[in-house]
T-cell receptor
Framework: AQSVTQPDIHITVSEGASLELRCNYS??????LFWYVQSPGQGLQLLLK??????LVQGIKGFEAEFKRSQSSFNLRKPSVHWSDAAEYFC????????????FGAGTILRVKS | KAGVTQTPRYLIKTRGQQVTLSCSPI?????VSWYQQTPGQGLQFLFE???????NKGNFPGRFSGRQFSNSRSEMNVSTLELGDSALYLC?????????????FGPGTRLTVL
């Protein structure tokens, strides 16, 4: 069965600093990969997705992620963090054979200090 | 287009009762998925409905059930509530039945079981 690991439960960065959130997945073939963000009391908003093609994908709010097949990773990056980026971030995997089912990682809570 | 709506937003029930949650997908979307979010277990897939048929089901007891109507609106029902059912229940909609689509999440229904 597919699984997603986000090794960092909490990350604190200073405003203006760069950010990298880690995500590793376990699946035999190339899955569909997603990053979602959730603010307190809110639903999930899609930041970006990877299905195929260029392994560096751009998303909303200045985020990007790179798919590395050899490392089974899909890390999220942002060059300069803003205070409004404080939220919880989820990496998710979708598998063609399972329709629209997503398997989520445990999430990483991002704190931004001024 | 209006987003995914979920009603009610908040619900308080007692053990042993049953509850029905509603999800209205984005107009034109035919697939609705349900997820349970708890601090301990994170985001877990409950089930997916596509064109009124349940396509996938997660690893939840039979007390959790759902259905989808011809207008794609979906309901989920939890019978004989337990304290552990307290959670944020999220639904997501997407246009088609394939996994390489963005899923749009609603704000969730916060269920508290006393």
């Amino acid at each position: 069965a597919q699984s997603v690991t986000q090794p960092d439960i909490h990350i604190t960065v200073s405003e203006g600093a760069s950010l990298e959130l880690r995500c590793n997945y376990s699946y035999g073939a190339t899955p569909y990969l997603f990053w979602y963000v959730q603010s307190p009391g809110q639903g999930l908003q899609l930041l970006l997705k990877y299905f195929s093609g260029d392994t560096l994908v751009q998303g909303i709010k200045g985020f990007e992620a790179e798919f590395k097949r050899s490392q089974s990773s899909f890390n999220l990056r942002k060059p300069s963090v803003h205070w409004s980026d404080a939220a919880e971030y989820f990496c998710a995997v979708g598998v063609k054979e399972y329709g629209n089912k997503l398997v989520f990682g445990a999430g990483t809570i991002l704190r931004v200090k001024s | 287009k209006a987003g995914v709506t979920q009603t009610p937003r908040y619900l308080i029930k007692t053990r042993g009762q049953q509850v029905t949650l509603s999800c209205s997908p984005i107009s034109g979307h035919r697939s609705v998925s349900w997820y349970q979010q708890t601090p301990g277990q994170g985001l877990q897939f409950l089930f997916e409905y596509f064109s009124e048929t349940q396509r996938n089901k997660g690893n939840f007891p039979g007390r959790f059930s759902g259905r989808q109507f011809s207008n794609s609106r979906s309901e989920m029902n939890v019978s004989t509530l337990e304290l552990g059912d307290s959670a944020l229940y999220l639904c997501a909609s997407t246009p088609s039945g394939t996994a390489n689509n963005e899923q749009f999440f609603g704000p969730g229904t916060r269920l508290t079981v006393l």
